[in-house]
């Protein structure tokens, strides 16, 4: 096993194509498959599905690939610190947000990430949380924004603000006539809540807050989307309630169906989340300070909000 190998192996399952990953490496393509197919007569097991498409590690190519990336790792972060490049804020990046973040502080923080940092190229990429832990894990992903605390402590995480939820209910909903217009989980039931769909974690934080029984039964159907906007859009036409995060809040000032929490009000910690050794702390910080200053000032107080975690439910 050599470390080319690995650096080919490492393309493969990033790129999931042998001609894409050839042209990544600056091979020719007969010159990476030879290289991996010695590899996997060494390893005694084939490490790609090659049968599908896009092509597939197998469990065995899991492993390597996993190996593989803590080992790039590490020599990179050797080498980059012999060259200083744990320093500079440039070079390729590859940064996940969670759906329910991405479409509400990226417009903010793009701009400041393309004036702070020009030579930074920046690959963005919409992950739920389980696909990026494992996008994590497996090295294809640089850079996670995370709500936090994460179920294990195996990723670093840096903390940057605390996003307060909002409840989002129809004009006709009992909620809507509290004369302070703030609420509490007690003036929503689950059973006229409408809900995203499994693997978001906005999901698991709504029923942390408001219970897991039979939601959506009082309005007649039940609905579990993927768009925070179809949500809203059903609640507007049909009635009932959901939850919506602060940073989507922050575009809807004039929504009548816009309600905030009594305090201590609900809140969810969201953190710069990388691998162990992650090792480019110059572009850490600078992540952190543009997303910091990509979000209200009070987000960044940390103030007495009730912290929901992420936890599968």
């Known amino acids: 096993m050599t470390l080319q190998q690995l650096k080919y192996v490492h393309a493969v399952a990033t790129e999931r194509h042998f001609g894409n990953a050839a042209t990544l490496c600056r091979v020719s393509q007969p010159t990476l498959s030879m290289q991996l197919k010695k590899l996997e007569a060494e390893m005694g097991s084939p490490l790609f599905d090659r049968s599908k498409q896009p092509i597939a590690l197998t469990e065995v190519g899991q492993q390597v690939h996993s190996t593989a990336v803590r080992i790039l790792e590490e020599l990179g972060g050797l080498s980059d610190w012999m060259q200083g490049a744990t320093e500079r804020v440039d070079g390729r990046v590859r940064l996940a947000l969670l759906p329910t973040l991405a479409p509400s502080l990226l417009p903010r923080l793009m701009p400041l990430l393309l004036a702070d940092f020009p030579e930074l190229e920046v690959e963005v990429l919409e ?187």
Not at 167 to 195: C, F, Q, R, W
Not at 287 to 307: D, E, G, S
């Open 127 to 313: 992950r739920t949380t389980g696909d990026m832990l494992l996008d994590l894990e497996r090295g294809t992903v640089d850079v996670g924004v995370l709500v936090t605390p994460l179920p294990d402590d195996a990723l670093r995480t840096l903390p940057v603000f605390m996003e307060p939820l909002f409840a989002y209910v129809h004009g006709k909903h009992p909620a809507a006539a509290i004369p302070s217009g703030e609420v509490t989980t007690g003036d929503l039931p689950i059973e006229n809540m409408l809900l995203l769909e499994e693997g978001h974690c906005f999901r698991s934080q709504a029923l942390q807050l408001c219970g897991s029984s039979e939601r959506g039964t009082d309005l007649g159907y039940r609905c579990e989307s993927g768009s925070l906007e179809t949500l809203k859009r059903l609640v507007r036409e049909t009635g009932g309630s959901t939850l919506i995060p602060g940073m989507e809040a922050l575009g809807l000032e004039s929504d009548p169906h816009v309600r905030a929490f009594a305090d201590p009000q609900p809140a969810r910690e969201v953190s710069l989340v990388v691998r162990p050794n992650y090792h480019r702390e110059a572009l850490l910080h600078g992540l952190k300070t543009a997303v910091m200053n990509a979000v209200p000032k009070a987000y960044r107080a940390f103030p007495n909000y009730r912290r929901l975690t992420w936890k599968q439910i």
